[in-house]
Each structure stands twice: as C-alpha cells, then as structure tokens.
C-alpha cells in the first residue's frame, strides 16, 4: 500500500534548504576578522589535543565481542508504536584503533511493531550494522585501562532484509546512541545503549511525504574484551584423573512453550527440573549430560503437557576464550549448545528429538560451588512438541530460564594436603537430625492430582571416614494409595549408606558452607491405618544439599525416590512394573563434637567472665487453654547468672506474668532458681566464638499469684530451652521457650496444678572480662562508702484487684540513707509512703520503715571495678509498716522485701537506680480482707547521692 505524496511537503523542503543556506553564508560573513593575517590566527579555535596510541604493538588485546537484546520503538504518527514495543537480539565483534576511536560490526534480528494507518504491522528484520565508536570518557581525562565506568558515542548505519507477507524488502538506515558501560573485570562489561535511528519507507511498507521512518531501541548486553595484558593461564589447567575439572549441576526453571496461534505466553507458562554430571575438557570446552522433566500448561487439550527426558550439551566459557584461563574468576558466561530427547505425554506419548541454545551466567559462591542463572530455547524440528486436537496452537519451540547450583572438582585443592575429620571418641562424628516435608505417588511422567501429603522423619547416623558414612531413619506420615483409599498411614524405618559428594571431589574441609551428600539403602515401610497390616519391602534413592551455618549446625534439603513392589499404591513409573514415591524433605542437621579435656581446661584457664544478666519479655499462656484466641498474657524476667565449666551453669532471677481470659485475671510474681546446661559445648565441643548455641535448664520457682480474688502461694518446676545467638562478645540475643508445672495453694481447690507454657525473647550482658579481685583496692577507692536515695514509682495492691472496678496503680515515695560496707555488701534504712485502695474501695495510708540488705551481684560474679558503669544488686529486707484507714484503728504490720537494683553510674557523686520489688505483709496490713497474707509489688525510678 502507498500514501499519496504531497506537493506542498516537497515546497516546504524547498524554504527550509533556502532558509538554512542563507543563515551559513550570513554566518560566514559575520566571522569575518578585519584585523591583520597573524590577528586572525589568534581567533581560530585550539587544535585539537592529540592522543598516544596504546601501548605495545599488539592489537589483538582491543578486540571485543557484544551481545545484547532489548525493546525496538517504531516512532511513527499514533502512540501505539511505543506502547506496543517489538525485540531486538544481536551479536557484535568490534576493534578499538586508539584509546578513543573504534568500530564495531554486527548481526541482528528484529522487529518492529507500527501502526501507520491505525492497523499493526509487523515487520520482521534481518541485518547487519556497522559503528563508529568514541570513548568520551578517554577523549575528556585520558585512557584508563582500569576505568569501572565509560560513556561511548555510537553512529554508524544498518541494512535490513525485512519481511511482510511473504515478500522481502530491502532497507537502509543510519543511527546514532549512547553507551553506558560498567566493567566487572578487565574481561566482563556490562552496558546499557538507546539508539535512535533514520531508515526507508520500506521500514513499515509505506511511503509518506518524509520519505524516511523514525525508529529506536534501547539494548542492553554484555561485552567480552581482553586488557592491554592478556594472560592466559592454559598452562594452570592440570587435569591427572577423570575426576579432575568435572562436576555435577542440578536446578529448576520457569518458562513457557511458543505456540503458532496462541493467545499469550502466560496461558503456556510451565516449569522444569534437571540434574546431571559433565566435565570440562579444556579451559574453554566442556561437556554435561542431564536427566531433566517438565510441565507445561496447554489450553487446547485443557491439560498440560508433561514429560521426561535427557539433554547432552556442548559448553564453551567466553570469558577465558576471550580473556584466558582463571581458575578463581568470580563471575563468568558460557554459552551452551546441544540436542536433546523428551518422552512427552499430552493426549499421547511422543517421542521427540530437539535442539537447544541458551547463554548461561555463573556466580562462584564458594570455592567448590556455583549458582547460575540460564534462558535457554529449545527447538523440535523433527515433530511438534505439542499439537491440538484440531492441529491448533502447534507449537516445536520452548523457552526456560533455568537456575541452579554447580559443584565442580578442583584438581588443585583435592590434592593438597587435607586435614582428616578428628575421632576421638564416638560421640565424634555423629549425626542426628529432623525433617518435614510432602511426598507422593509417581505416575508415569506425572503425580497424581490432589495427592501431596505431609510427612516427617529423624534420623542418627555417623560419618566413619571423610567420605562415608550411614544412617538410620525413621519416619512417619501419609500417602495416597488409590482412588478408593486416599491417603493412608505410612510408616518407614531404614538405613542408608551416604556418600560425601563434595569431599570425595574436593577433600575434607571442616570450614566447608556448603555439601552435597549422597544417599542409597533401603527401607520396610507398613501402610495402614493401624500400622499392623502387611509390610514392604523398598530402596531408597536421595540427593541432600547442606548447608553448615555453624560447623556443628545445619539446615538441608533432601530429594528422596523410594521405590516398592508394584502393589504398594496405584500407578507405576514409565517402562517399569514398580510403584514410586517421590518426596522434598526439608530439615535441621547436628553433628556431634566432644568436649575434650583440653578444652575443659582452657575454659578455667581464659581471661574471660562467663558471668552474664539477662532481661526478657514474652508471652504466657494456661497450656490446657493454648487454642483459645484471648488466652494469651505478658511476662517479664530479670536474671543473673554464671557459667563455671563450659556445659554447666546456674541462674538466679525474679519473674513476673499478667495474663486476663473471659474477663478473669491471673496475675503472678515470684523468684526462680536454673540449672542451665550447653547442648551446643556439650555435643559439639566448647567454641568460645561459636556464633549460635543452643541451652537447656530445669529449675524451681516459688511466688504469689492471684486468681479469681483469691491470692495464693505458687510453687513450681520449669524446663525449658535457649537459642543464643551472639551478637557482640558481651551481648547476645536469645529466645526462651519455657514449662513450668505449677502448684498454687489458694481456698479455692479448682486450679490445683497448672501447666504454663512461656515464650520470651531477650538480651544477656556479659560482664567485662577484667577481673579486680583484690579487696585492696576497695580500701584505696576515692568514693565516698556513704550516700542517701531519694526514690519514686507505681505499684499495685493484691488486694485491689477483688474489685472489679478498683484496678488502679498507687504512687510510691521514699528516701533512704545506706553505706558501702565491703566490696560486696551494701545496707540502707529507708522511709516511705504509699496509699492504695483495697476491695471495699477505702483508703489505706501506709508509712513504711525499712532495712535493706543489697548485695553487689556484679561484684560478686567479675571482681571489684570502682569505674565499673552498670551493675545489678539484689535487694532483700525486713520492714515495720504504719497503716491507716477512716474508721478503724491503726495497725503495725510486718513485712519481707524481695527485690533487685539495677544501677547506672552518671558520676563520681551520682547514680540512676532502676528498682522492681515485691513486699509481703502479714494479714493485719488490711483486716478487711480475709487472706492470711497481703502483697503489693513496686517499681521504682531513683538516684543515688554518695557523701
């Protein structure tokens, strides 16, 4: 189709020349210089600066190769054109003649997207391209070889062998652009190039009264080049055995099949799974063969398309052809070629032969493993990979972008000297972990529908050597048997011989992040709802990835295929009368290490403190009441503690919980006493740098609790466990799940024995590890051994809380007098006052005269420091209390004081004191209340002035 030309566009061509050629010749006239011929010298610009060549006779180094990809724009009248972007993809080789000036020529294929009259057209393009390039960045501060960032000019033209219904055009265009580039390496660079372009009408088969169409892009690539230098280290490629430069490769991927006819690739998407072994034969050839499957959805059969099947590829690694051989690189790209087979299964089996193509990006994560990321096309020229029932939406073509991870073989590090895994006992060595995850029946290529279901298994084991080892597992769960009998009992026990992948390519390794851990044995597995029926017999295939976050401690994942005799569940696996179980399990490795004597010894021996603090708070609940939503309180602990043999430990503290459900208070306070002990030293050796360490305790507690207006004495045993993780060598984090059985003696026999369950997170402080231990230096200390407190806080009265409308906090003031009389021992007299409202809602007016005695904890646990800032020290008294109330006589009841003081030294003369208390009086404190003993609980904020 053709516009028609219009005689008033060629006119205004005409002025515009016209107009253009005067301005130049008006121009030429006005820079004219009147002054004599060596003045008008002194007016021509400067000469433009000359540039050396490189360095050396060589060119080979500043060659480079190019590929890129990315949106094409037709700019033509109507917004479609940029809205509805077409592709670019090419490759280009390029040479640079100066520091600043070089060229480039390459290939592409393309499309463009237009709507010059309102209707798409498509053009499909095929060409080549030739550039000049100029290095701005080396034309405005000199070459720099090492430059992380440049910016380039492009211009250059294109010719393109377009295609539009079957018929060939032929077109011309020019370009121009910017590059902006970021250099990885001296071989790797990435950059990002927008064009813009002029070309024939034969762009979008039209013709208009410009006589040219506008288009753009915006690619961006990757360019391999070699430095100035160009090493390459072939000679550092040793290979003596098979082993040698070999690996295994396993991942998934994500993609979509391209059907002629179809509607879009979302309603095609699909996903794969591969694994598999190759070798490297040179610094820049390898070879890989992998075992993969796919799935894919495919609306014109409604069903996917599954299948089965294995690749070969060829692999060439662009960066040591292009930049040499280094076995260390961090980051390279390889291309990857090759043919493949797949058993597809749709309506009915195919067998189909397919090529494949992709380009794959590879990050060392460690020294033995490599995480990639791949898009690859797969093309079937024999048969189509897929067909409807009305030969619609065929499809031969494929694309996947797959990811992985790759452990390769270093001859280099296998044959350097390895350190042997340490034996000294049988706890050495050994192995205990838990898993969780789902399995299902296998059914040819495919699993059944809605038959995923849950399973779990521990497992003990020991490594005899660095490489082999064997497991006992147990596990329990449920599979689906048949479409009668969905999801039965399972139950396995089996033993398996383990194979250590990773240091059999690449030696032991204590400090190793990462493993792969082979698996083959067999198991028994019983099926039924009672465990009691018949039994069968199994093997047992499974590929683990480790990953040791401390060398003691780690999480994996496991693949597993189980295979049975045919009659263990319904369908079979492809080409084989045998029932499969396929299953992901996911799960928490521990290797055992001794705590030798040695170690033992240094813990005695070290200049450090294992005396810690511990402040948390969490969430409390009655165990019985766990799945009711409004059950759940607050708790709060405050602790001091020692650590005296790497395992053992004790701890001392004071705890609180408030917890409110239907309307019904419980409210607790009390003192706790733990016996602490290190799974983590105890099982894997004493570590003092370990990073997480896991602990255990059991301990007794005794307090007051409240319920139901009714106060009462609470007894109690707790267990529980701790997850530390240190976040400083003073400070660590930890996170505390808590039992306590615990026996409350109130009136009301209802709650006799509750079970409590706690969950708390919090910090431990540990103390510094500079010991001062000699009493000396008490007696030589500037500070004044005398000082007065003045104190202020909010408390709360047992009492109050058997009205239901009386609930509110009282105020507490007081001062005291005290004197430091050893390094650990502090005493203070005290005068308080505190006024509280008990359940008749009356007012009672309470002076206290106290005696405390406040042990130094800090002191006690890391020595005697006068500049010591922060110190804890407990607080344990006797008081005489002058109560009143309107309309009844005076009462002198008694009371016990327990409590603690943290406190934080501002000055030499002054101090910020932190003071939770909980006081105990006997019944005469308020007769209106029936209960032997009455308690109120107090937190104070005070300062210290020392004399």
């Known amino acids: 189709m053709k516009l028609k030309k219009q005689y008033t566009g060629i006119k205004q061509y005409k002025i515009v020349f016209t107009a253009i050629a005067l301005f130049f010749a008006v121009s030429d006239l006005c820079a004219q210089s009147h002054g004599s011929y060596p003045d008008y010298l002194t007016e021509t610009l400067q000469k433009m600066p000359k540039f050396k060549g490189f360095e050396g006779q060589d060119s080979i180094p500043h060659y480079f190769f190019e590929i890129y990809s990315g949106p094409t724009f037709s700019i033509v009248p109507g917004k479609e054109g940029t809205q509805n972007p077409g592709l670019e993809l090419g490759i280009a080789v390029g040479h640079w003649f100066t520091p600043i000036h070089g060229a480039r020529f390459g290939l592409f294929g393309k499309y463009y997207n237009s709507y010059p009259l309102g209707e798409k057209v498509k053009s499909n393009d095929l060409g080549v391209s030739l550039d000049y390039l100029m290095n701005f960045s080396a034309l405005a501060k000199d070459f720099s070889a090492i430059r992380r960032f440049e910016l380039l000019g492009i211009a250059g033209g294109e010719y393109l062998l377009s295609q539009h219904t079957g018929v060939n055009y032929g077109t011309w265009g020019v370009r121009a652009g910017i590059q902006a580039r970021y250099a990885l390496s001296y071989g790797n660079v990435l950059f990002i190039e927008p064009r813009i372009g002029l070309y024939s009408d034969n762009l979008d088969y039209t013709d208009n009264w410009r006589n040219y169409n506008i288009a753009g892009s915006i690619v961006g690539g990757v360019e391999f080049r070699t430095p100035p230098r160009n090493k390459r280290l072939i000679n550092e490629f040793n290979s003596s055995t098979f082993k040698d430069h070999s690996f295994l490769i396993s991942g998934v991927g994500i993609g979509s099949l391209v059907a002629k006819g179809g509607s879009g690739l979302s309603n095609y998407v699909g996903g794969s799974a591969f694994a598999g072994v190759g070798r490297w034969l040179s610094p820049f050839s390898g070879v890989r063969l992998l075992g993969k499957a796919a799935i894919f959805k495919y609306p014109a059969t409604k069903s996917k398309i599954s299948s089965v099947g294995a690749q070969a590829d060829y692999l060439l690694n662009l960066n040591n052809v292009f930049y040499g051989y280094t076995p260390d690189r961090a980051f390279e790209l390889i291309a990857v070629g090759g043919?493949?087979?797949?058993?597809?299964?749709?309506?009915?089996?195919?067998?189909?032969?397919?090529?494949?193509?992709?380009?794959?990006?590879?990050?060392?994560?460690?020294?033995?493993?490599?995480?990639?990321?791949?898009?690859?096309?797969?093309?079937?020229?024999?048969?189509?990979?897929?067909?409807?029932?009305?030969?619609?939406?065929?499809?031969?073509?494929?694309?996947?972008?797959?990811?992985?991870?790759?452990?390769?073989?270093?001859?280099?590090?296998?044959?350097?000297?390895?350190?042997?895994?340490?034996?000294?006992?049988?706890?050495?060595?050994?192995?205990?972990?838990?898993?969780?995850?789902?399995?299902?029946?296998?059914?040819?290529?495919?699993?059944?529908?809605?038959?995923?279901?849950?399973?779990?298994?521990?497992?003990?084991?020991?490594?005899?050597?660095?490489?082999?080892?064997?497991?006992?597992?147990?596990?329990?769960?449920?599979?689906?048997?048949?479409?009668?009998?969905?999801?039965?009992?399972?139950?396995?026990?089996?033993?398996?011989?383990?194979?250590?992948?990773?240091?059999?390519?690449?030696?032991?390794?204590?400090?190793?992040?990462?493993?792969?851990?082979?698996?083959?044995?067999?198991?028994?597995?019983?099926?039924?709802?009672?465990?009691?029926?018949?039994?069968?017999?199994?093997?047992?295939?499974?590929?683990?990835?480790?990953?040791?976050?401390?060398?003691?401690?780690?999480?994996?994942?496991?693949?597993?295929?189980?295979?049975?005799?045919?009659?263990?569940?319904?369908?079979s696996i492809h080409m084989a009368k045998l029932d499969g179980v396929a299953a992901v399990m996911a799960g928490v490795n521990i290797r055992l290490k001794d705590?030798?004597?040695?170690?033992?010894?240094?813990?005695?021996?070290?200049?450090?403190?294992?005396?810690f603090f511990s402040f948390s708070a969490g969430t409390n609940l009655l165990a019985t009441h766990i799945r009711h939503d409004n059950a759940y309180g607050i708790s709060g602990q405050m602790a001091f503690g020692k650590w005296y043999t790497p395992v053992s430990a004790w701890r001392i503290g004071l705890n609180g919980e408030y917890r409110q459900e239907n309307r019904i208070k419980y409210l607790y306070g009390g003192a706790e006493a733990d016996y602490m002990v290190s799974i983590s030293n105890i099982l894997f050796g004493y570590d003092p740098d370990r990073r997480l360490d896991l602990n255990a305790f059991t301990g007794v507690n005794l307090g007051m609790d409240y319920e139901r207006k009714k106060v009462g004495f609470a007894p109690g045993l707790s267990a529980g466990g701790q997850v530390v993780f240190k976040a400083t060598p003073n400070l660590d984090l930890f996170v505390e799940p808590k039992a306590t059985l615990r026996r409350t003696f109130r009136t009301n026999p209802r709650n006799e024995v509750m079970p409590m369950a706690n969950l708390q997170i919090g910090l431990n402080y540990t103390l510094s590890p500079n010991k001062i231990s000699h009493s000396q230096d008490f007696a030589t200390d500037d500070h004044s051994s005398y000082f007065i407190s003045a104190n202020l806080g909010i408390g709360a009265y047992s009492g109050s809380f058997a009205s239901g409308s009386s609930k509110n906090p009282f105020g507490y003031y007081g001062i005291a007098v005290g004197k430091r009389m050893t390094p650990v021992s502090y005493v203070r007299i005290g005068l308080g006052r505190k006024e509280f409202d008990n359940a008749r809602k009356e007012d009672i007016n309470v002076t206290t005269i106290s005696a405390d005695y406040l042990p130094n904890l800090s002191t006690l646990a890391g020595g005697y420091d006068q500049d010591r800032k922060f110190e804890i020290l407990g607080v344990i008294g006797a008081n005489m209390n002058f109560a009143s109330k309107k309309g009844a006589d005076s009462t002198t009841p008694l009371g016990f004081k327990l409590g603690m003081q943290t406190k934080f030294n501002l000055s030499k003369k002054l101090d910020f004191t932190l003071e939770p208390t909980f006081n105990l009086y006997n019944k005469s404190l308020d007769k209106s209340d029936s209960r032997r003993y009455k308690a109120t609980g107090e937190f104070t904020v005070g300062i210290n002035y020392k004399l």
Do not use: C
């Open 595 to 611: 705590v030798s004597r040695e170690q033992k010894r240094l813990f005695l021996k070290e200049e450090k403190n294992h005396t």
């Open 339 to 571: 043919a493949s087979y797949d058993f597809v299964k749709n309506q009915e089996n195919t067998n189909v032969l397919g090529l494949g193509a992709g380009l794959q990006a590879s990050i060392k994560l460690s020294r033995d493993i490599n995480f990639f990321f791949e898009p690859r096309i797969n093309f079937y020229p024999d048969k189509y990979y897929a067909i409807g029932p009305n030969g619609e939406d065929k499809t031969r073509v494929n694309f996947l972008i797959n990811t992985g991870f790759q452990l390769t073989s270093n001859p280099s590090r296998a044959a350097s000297p390895q350190e042997s895994s340490a034996d000294n006992s049988f706890l050495d060595n050994t192995f205990f972990g838990i898993a969780f995850g789902l399995n299902s029946p296998i059914r040819q290529a495919s699993f059944y529908k809605n038959d995923v279901d849950p399973r779990m298994a521990g497992y003990i084991g020991k490594w005899f050597t660095n490489t082999s080892g064997v497991r006992l597992s147990a596990d329990i769960g449920k599979l689906w048997e048949s479409r009668k009998k969905p999801s039965a009992k399972i139950a396995t026990i089996g033993v398996d011989y383990l194979w250590n992948i990773t240091s059999f390519m690449n030696g032991y390794d204590p400090d190793r992040t990462f493993e792969l851990i082979g698996a083959a044995g067999a198991n028994i597995a019983f099926r039924s709802s009672t465990f009691n029926h018949r039994s069968y017999l199994g093997g047992e295939l499974s590929l683990q990835g480790l990953w040791n976050v401390t060398p003691s401690f780690g999480l994996f994942i496991e693949p597993q295929l189980r295979i049975y005799p045919n009659e263990f569940s319904e369908g």
